[in-house]
């Protein structure tokens, strides 16, 4: 978890991660931040309540979500929530559920699949671009 001194557009999310835009459109949006979540242990183990304490001080943040296999669940998991983040960016998958992108234009929040190879990786992007903020 990370909050940036200075907003950081949705561009620059893309290149941090690596990313693919798979929306539409990144929406004018820009991220104050980002919370890096395993998406299985997430999903299981969170409360609506925890998630909401998770979104930390702005929901003008990234979610990061890690070992995800098609992205369905933590879109499901974000489109119930009555907060949303400014963007979702989905590491794991080769290909991501064509109902997952469906649910992220509806909510018009930016889904972006990550290239990186590793978690760690993306962790370390992720982390450098924070420090240099």
Same mark, same amino acid.
């Given at each position: 978890m990370c909050e940036?001194?200075?907003p950081i557009p949705i561009s620059d999310l893309i290149k941090l991660v690596?990313?693919?835009l798979l929306t539409r459109s990144d929406y004018g949006k820009v991220i104050y931040?980002? =919370?890096v979540l395993d998406s299985?242990? =997430?999903i299981l183990s969170l409360t609506g309540t925890e998630f909401y304490q &998770?979104?930390?001080m702005t929901s003008e943040r990234a979610l990061v979500f890690t070992k995800v296999s098609a992205g369905r669940s933590p879109m499901v998991a974000v489109r =119930?929530? @009555?907060i949303k @983040? %400014? %963007?979702v960016v &989905?590491?794991? @998958?080769?290909?991501?559920?064509e109902l997952a992108i469906r649910l992220a234009n509806i909510e018009k929040i930016p889904l972006i699949l990550s290239l990186h190879k590793t978690v760690k990786d993306i962790i370390y992007s992720l982390r450098r671009a924070c420090e240099k903020r």
């Open positions: 940036f001194e200075e690596k990313g693919k931040g980002y =919370t299985i242990k =997430t &998770l979104m930390g =119930t929530s @009555p @983040p %400014a %963007a &989905l590491h794991g @998958p080769r290909k991501v559920d």
